[in-house]
């Protein structure tokens, strides 16, 4: 131009899935942070430098030929030794800022303005070569001054304005009149409204064009900034759930250890031992008291408080058997169909959390599909496809339409519809994806996909 936390619900495993971030006020604090020094304003003013120097080309291909026709056409002398180094400036600041553009991902206001306030110093270059302040063209100020107002902040607008005013009032003293031929003296008036209607056609499609391009580029730059607030807002959530978790699964540690020993010790007297129905239900009780520590157990590690344990190593096919075989065991369902498609098997790291994201999205499958739940596994290049269908009465349109969004729920209760919320969230910090539609023979269809570069061994492994 010229110019969280071991995010886990307390009641049952249905949340526990989003874990390992960081159970710390700091994480929302940090987020707000890095909200704030988004990188999203220097790409746009990237996109709009790119913009200026396309406007820029423009303006030295319309200087060129307007010179030429000045000139050649209508006989008035102009000094084109000096016109053509002005041109020259503007084609080597252009072959200049695409060479460091090339070398640069972010820009900042003050690049703008310079490139601004260089582009006003071309004009008046020109300007001072061809009349000054009489040259018709004088009014193209006014674009240097429109793309200063859409593109920097309001000091340096006000810069981009004082400068376009000291140097048309500067042209108005200091310039080198044109040397117009006889034959042109007596239709000057009518030369000047004629230019002036030709720099008024210019100006408004140089505006109408680059101004809806910039705009598009600010919108663009805005929806990215909502949706990094978005983000924070549920990286918070997800951190004060953490925080209740965490605290819950220590407090429930002692009460279910003590009902552990209880129930030893009843197993023991003699009074009970010798009622087989007795001992039948304290057996249940047991079975039950530890697969509510075992919960309890994974939501600590999950949350990174059980640093002793070191990772367990297993494979892709050795993972997901395992898993079904434990989701199969705990609620004694025998109707998940299970398909393995993955093929060559490789090593990754055994994740607690990732198995608890898992089955949150199979609990609520088998919730509203209790005869039928089908878990299918593939590998789609470096993903890992899981997808999980039920027979049950699918997603309404408007779950569909806020998928990942806390709270919203088809089950028609306060408080429900943070499992898919916390799933979406836990995959998406491993760099995967969650989609959910409609089967077109009924029921629902979720699929996950998982870089196998975040499940490997040696990848950061706790989602968050």
């Not at 886990?8 to 960081?22: C, F, K, L």
């Not at 070191?310 to 299970?338: H, K, Q």
């Amino acid at each position: 131009m010229p110019g969280l936390g071991a995010e886990s619900n307390v009641e049952t495993p249905d949340v526990s899935g989003v874990s390992a971030v960081t159970a710390s006020p700091s994480a929302g604090a940090a987020t707000r942070v890095a909200l704030a020094a988004s990188p999203l304003d220097e790409t746009t003013n990237i996109k709009n430098i790119n913009l200026l120097i396309q406007l820029r080309w423009i303006a030295v291909v319309g200087q060129v030929l307007t010179i030429g026709f000045v000139h050649l056409v209508m006989g008035i002398a102009l000094p084109l030794m000096a016109m053509v180094m002005v041109l020259c400036g503007s084609v080597f600041l252009n072959v200049i800022s695409q060479e460091w553009l090339r070398q640069q991902t972010d820009a900042r206001d003050r690049e703008l303005l310079l490139l601004l306030l260089l582009d006003v110093a071309a004009l008046t270059g020109q300007l001072y070569l061809s009349g000054g302040a009489t040259n018709p063209f004088v009014s193209l100020y006014l674009l240097q001054v429109t793309l200063g107002a859409m593109l920097l902040n309001g000091r340096s607008t006000w810069v981009v304005v004082v400068v376009a005013c000291l140097c048309f009032a500067g042209l108005i003293v200091f310039h080198r009149p044109l040397e117009l031929p006889d034959a042109l003296r007596d239709d000057l008036f009518q030369l000047h409204i004629i230019g002036m209607l030709i720099c008024f056609v210019l100006d408004a499609a140089l505006i109408v064009v680059f101004m809806a391009r910039i705009a598009q580029n600010l919108r663009e730059r805005d929806e990215g900034l909502a949706a990094l607030r978005q983000q924070a807002a549920e990286e918070d959530h997800i951190v004060r759930m953490g925080l209740l978790a965490s605290g819950a699964a220590h407090e429930l540690g002692t009460p279910l250890a003590s009902l552990s020993v209880i129930l030893s010790d009843w197993r023991r007297m003699p009074a009970l031992a010798g009622n087989s129905e007795l001992m039948e239900e304290i057996s249940e009780m047991q079975a039950d008291v530890q697969r509510c520590k075992s919960i309890v157990t994974g939501i600590l590690m999950s949350a990174g408080d059980m640093r002793g344990e070191a990772p367990v190593v297993t494979t892709v096919n050795g993972f997901f058997g395992e898993l079904v075989e434990d989701w199969r065991g705990a609620r004694s369902i025998n109707t998940l169909v299970y398909e393995n498609r993955f093929g060559e098997d490789m090593p990754i790291v055994s994740d607690s959390a990732l198995k608890q994201m898992i089955f949150n999205v199979l609990d609520n499958a088998n919730e509203v599909s209790p005869l039928w739940v089908r878990l299918a596994i593939e590998r789609d290049g470096q993903f890992l496809v899981l997808k999980v269908s039920d027979m049950g009465p699918g997603f309404p349109k408007e779950m569909l339409a806020n998928l990942g969004r806390p709270y919203n729920s088809s089950k028609g209760q306060s408080g429900r519809g943070l499992g898919l919320f916390l799933v979406v969230n836990a995959v998406r910090k491993l760099g995967g994806t969650v989609v959910a539609e409609n089967r077109p023979v009924g029921g629902a269809l979720v699929t996950l996909s998982l870089p196998l570069s975040a499940l490997a061994i040696g990848a950061r492994k706790h989602v968050g």
